[in-house]
C-alpha cells in the first residue's frame, strides 16, 4: 500500500513542542514506509492565520529537517468545499439552523436540568419553507450541521487498536458558520480525499472527532482513511502545551541554540519505548520507530532531558560536522574543537570556551600558591610538546613540593585558564604553547 499522510498544523501562531509531536511522527512513518508527506496549512480561520506564521512553521519544519513532497494552503481550496457543501445539502446530510448561541445555551441548559445529554435537538429539522424565509427575514444568517447517522462507528486505530465512537451520543456538528466560512471539519475531509491521504496520525484528544469524519467520509463516497491516535505530550508540570498560553516555540528553543535533533527526538520519543538519547538522523529514528512502541499513556516533557541530550549529541559532533557553523563565527581548527566540544551545552558556548585558546584569559592566582606557580614557570619544559608533556611537567612538580591531586592541579588550572572547569588539561596544554603558558603563569 502506498502510503501519504499528512500534518494540518493552523498558522496561528508558532509551533511548539506538542505541534512538533504529530509533525515528527507522521515523517517517521512516511520515511519508514517510502511514502508521501504533505504539509496542509489549515488557514481558513482568516481573522487568526497569517502568512507570516505559516512561514514561520515552514522555517520550523525546515530546521528540525522535515521537508514536505507538498504544500497546500486550505485557502486557496474553497472551490473543493462548496462542491463538497453542495454535495451534501442535496443529499439531504447537511442541514441549517438558525438558533443564536444564547439560545443553545438555553437549550443545553434545560437538557441538564432534565437530566438528559446536551445534544442538539434537530429542529431545524422541523422548519418549514415559510419558517425560514421568516427567520431570514429577521436578519439571522443559517450556519449548517451535518445529520449524524447515530450509531456506533468502528475503526482499527493503527496505535490505540480496535476503538468504537457512537455518534448517537453526539450532536449534529456545525460544518458552516453563519457567515458562510467553514470549520475543520469538512475541509480536512474533503482534503484528505483530494490529496489521495492513507493515514491521519494526530494526538488522542481527536479520537472523539473521528466517528463524525468517517461519517462524512461516507457520505462523500469516499472510503476514510487508517486513522492512528497518539499519546499527548505534556510540559514537566502535565499541562498540555498550547499556543495561546504561550507555550516556548520550536522557534525558542533555536533561538536558545539547542540543537534542532534534540527538540525532534524530545518531542517524539518521550512516551514511546524507544530511548531518548543520541540518534544520527532522523532517517535513524524513522527505521527503528515502529508505532507498536507508543505508550497509551501520556508523554512528558523534561527540560532536564533535552540539556542533557543536547549536550551528548554535541560531544559525539564531528569536527566536518561541525565545520560549517564553526566558520560562521570565525572559527576553525578540529584539534580545538576535540578538545572543547565535550565543555559545551549548546553549541554557541564554543565562542566562550574557545578563548581559552585564544584569549584574552585573566589568570586567577590564589597568594598562597604564587611560590608554586613560579616554580611551575621555571619547570616549565621546552618545545616541541606532545601529548606526554603535562605528565613530565606535573611529575617534577610534584617531585619539587609534595604537593599533588587537587592541590596540584587546580592552581595550574586555574592560571592556564581562570577558571574551575574546562578541557583536559593535558591537550589544553599543547595547543596553547609554551609561550602562552609562561605569560599566564605570570
Known amino acids: 500500500m502506498s502510503v501519504t499522510v499528512r500534518w494540518a498544523p493552523s498558522p496561528t501562531g508558532r509551533i ?109 429539522l422541523s422548519l418549514t419553507d415559510a419558517d ?37 451520543s ?45 461519517e462524512i467520509f461516507e457520505a462523500l463516497g469516499s472510503a476514510a482513511p487508517i486513522f492512528g491516535h497518539h ?20 522557534a525558542d528553543f533555536r533561538n536558545e541554540g539547542y540543537e534542532p535533533l534534540a527538540i525532534a527526538i524530545v518531542a517524539s520519543l518521550n512516551g514511546t519505548s524507544l530511548p531518548v538519547e543520541p540518534y544520527d538522523s532522523l532517517d535513524a529514528i524513522a527505521e527503528r520507530l515502529d508505532f507498536s512502541m507508543i505508550s497509551h499513556g501520556a508523554a512528558r516533557f523534561d527540560p ?14 564531528t569536527y566536518d560536522e561541525a565545520a ?8 576553525e581548527g578540529e584539534a580545538m574543537w576535540l578538545l572543547l566540544r565535550e565543555n559545551l551545552a549548546k553549541f554557541p558556548d564554543i565562542a566562550e570556551w574557545s578563548k581559552l585558546l585564544s584569549g584574552p584569559v585573566e589568570p586567577v592566582i590564589a597568594e598562597e600558591d604564587r611560590e608554586f606557580l613560579a616554580l611551575a614557570k621555571a619547570l616549565l619544559p621546552p618545545e616541541p610538546w606532545g601529548e606526554d608533556t603535562w605528565g613530565e611537567w606535573t611529575q617534577a612538580l610534584k617531585a619539587a613540593t609534595g604537593r599533588k591531586g587537587k592541590a596540584l592541579f587546580l592552581p595550574l588550572r586555574m592560571a592556564l585558564t581562570g577558571r574551575h572547569d574546562g578541557p583536559e588539561l593535558k591537550s589544553l596544554l599543547v595547543l596553547l604553547g609554551r609561550k602562552v603558558c609562561l605569560d599566564r603563569l605570570l
Open 16 to 124: 511548539h513542542l506538542g505541534n512538533a509531536r504529530p509533525a515528527l511522527l507522521n515523517w517517521f512513518f512516511a520515511r519508514r514506509h517510502g511514502g508521501r508527506y504533505v504539509l496542509r496549512m489549515d488557514d481558513t480561520d482568516l481573522a487568526r492565520s497569517t502568512r507570516a506564521f505559516a512561514d514561520g512553521i515552514e522555517e520550523d519544519l525546515a530546521w528540525l529537517g522535515v521537508t514536505p513532497d507538498l504544500l497546500v494552503r486550505q485557502s486557496e481550496r474553497t472551490a473543493l468545499y462548496d462542491e463538497a457543501r453542495d454535495r451534501l445539502i442535496a443529499a439531504g446530510r447537511l442541514y441549517p439552523c438558525y438558533e443564536t448561541e444564547d439560545e443553545l445555551d438555553r437549550k443545553r441548559a434545560r437538557a441538564r436540568l432534565l437530566g438528559k445529554p446536551p445534544i442538539y435537538d434537530r429542529a431545524a
Open 132 to 168: 425560514r424565509a421568516r427567520l431570514e427575514a429577521e436578519g439571522r444568517k443559517p450556519h449548517w450541521r451535518f445529520r449524524l447517522d447515530g450509531r456506533p462507528v468502528q475503526f482499527e486505530d493503527l496505535i490505540k487498536g480496535p476503538q468504537t465512537v457512537n455518534t448517537a
Open 170 to 214: 453526539m450532536s449534529d456538528p456545525v460544518l458552516i458558520r453563519g457567515d458562510g466560512s467553514y470549520l475543520y471539519t469538512l475541509p480536512s475531509v474533503v482534503d484528505d480525499i483530494d490529496l489521495g491521504i492513507t493515514h491521519v496520525i494526530r494526538g488522542e484528544d481527536h479520537v472523539s472527532n473521528t466517528g463524525t469524519q468517517i
Open 231 to 250: 499519546n499527548l505530550l505534556t510540559d514537566a508540570a502535565g499541562q498540555g502545551f498550547s499556543k495561546r498560553l504561550g507555550s516556548q516555540s520550536i
Open 304 to 317: 532536564a532531558e533535552l540539556n542533557g541530550l543536547n549536550a551528548r549529541l554535541l560531544h559525539a559532533m
Open 324 to 331: 560549517p557553523r564553526l566558520s560562521a563565527m570565525g572559527l
